[in-house]
């Protein structure tokens, strides 16, 4: 053993770590490469998954829309004459009532 000053512990390794790689966890993984094959497969899946969204979307939108303009047109269908006005001033015959307590 080397000799140390008595002020530093002694380094020793543990008895679990002697064989274990603690840097392997870190190393880079290489990645499993597709073809240009697979990569084409996975584009047209995709694109075709995106197509879909957009016409649903597209459909939905529509739907609201139509919603939207027989709303509209039942507004204007359904417009109310204006009310006549209730206002009657009060003639000179009448008294104007009175609280009895």
């Given at each position: 053993m080397p000799q140390t000053s008595s002020n530093q512990p002694q380094l020793v390794t543990r008895a679990k770590n002697a064989t274990t790689h603690p840097?392997?966890?870190?190393v880079v993984v290489k990645r499993k490469r597709r073809t240009k094959a697979q990569i084409e497969a996975d584009n047209k899946a995709a694109a075709e998954v995106k197509a879909a969204e957009e016409a649903k979307r597209q459909t939905g939108m529509k739907?609201?829309?139509d919603l939207e303009k027989?709303?509209?047109e039942d507004d204007?269908?359904?417009?109310?004459p204006k009310p006549k006005a209730t206002y009657r001033p009060p003639s000179t015959?009448?008294?104007?009532?009175t609280h009895s307590p």
């Open positions: 840097g392997e966890p870190d739907k609201i829309a027989t709303i509209d204007l269908n359904d417009v109310m015959n009448e008294q104007p009532p």
